[in-house]
T-cell receptor, first 113, second 108 residues
Framework: GAGVSQSPRYKVTKRGQDVALRCDPI?????LYWYRQALGQGPEFLTY????????KSGLPNDRFSAERPEGSISTLTIQRTEQRDSAMYRC???????????FGQGTRLTVV | GIQVEQSPPDLILQEGANSTLRCNFS?????LQWFHQNPWGQLINLFY???GTKQNGRLSATTVATERYSLLYISSSQTTDSGVYFC??????????FGRGTSLIVHP
């Protein structure tokens, strides 16, 4: 596709369930980033990949959060045993290279009830 | 990591007015972007401007990397300019770090 695609757009889940959020970057983009944005705040970094290698995961809040990009294209962010505090907008971005212009998808709005 | 401060935090304008938004950062950067988050939550790319000046219609931006700031100018503002404007910078880590944004409301 022409832009970064995220799915689902909206996800409501019960506390304790696992969720998987998908990001399909712009074709050919090497770098892929995950961010989390709470209401009224700026996006906060979670993790990023170059190709299939996870370069930095220092922003993942705890070990319930994990991400993968096994073939260097589509990425999945997984949250295990969701808690209400995980409710937020989860955003994915991709760029041609590490120093390139980043383009964001429309985000996944996660609500944990 | 790099600290990013945006000002003002909130701005209310009458349609047709001009405004300047500021982004200060704490360290050398190799990448700086301005985004507009529209009322539907989409992050729209405005400028990729690690240094220098760029213009796109009623919007322009200037980054003075040696003095660690960037400015976004909005001229003849329209109601569709409403939303939150974010500055994001990256340095040696290559990870874009966002400021808290400037929330802009343009009244007709």
């Amino acid at each position: 596709g022409a832009g970064v695609s995220q799915s689902p757009r909206y996800k409501v889940t019960k506390r304790g369930q696992d969720v998987a959020l998908r990001c399909d970057p712009i074709s050919g983009h090497v770098s892929l980033y995950w961010y989390r944005q709470a209401l009224g705040q700026g996006p906060e970094f979670l993790t990023y990949f170059n190709y299939e290698a996870q370069q930095d995961k220092s922003g993942l809040p705890n070990d319930r959060f994990s991400a993968e990009r096994p073939e260097g294209s589509i990425s999945t962010l997984t949250i295990q045993r969701t808690e209400q505090r995980d409710s937020a907008m989860y955003r994915c971005a991709s760029s041609l290279g590490s120093q390139g212009e980043a383009f964001f998808g429309q985000g996944t709005r996660l609500t944990v009830v | 990591g790099i600290q990013v401060e945006q000002s003002p935090p909130d701005l209310i304008l009458q349609e047709g007015a001009n405004s300047t938004l500021r982004c200060n950062f704490s360290d050398s950067v190799n990448n700086l972007q301005w985004f507009h988050q529209n009322p539907w939550g989409q992050l729209i790319n405005l400028f990729y401007i690690p240094s220098g000046t760029k213009q796109n219609g009623r919007l322009s931006a200037t980054t003075v990397a040696t003095e660690r700031y960037s400015l976004l100018y909005i001229s003849s503002s329209q109601t569709t300019d409403s939303g939150v404007y974010f500055c994001a910078v990256s340095g040696g880590s290559y990870i874009p770090t966002f400021g808290r944004g400037t929330s802009l409301i343009v009244h007709p």
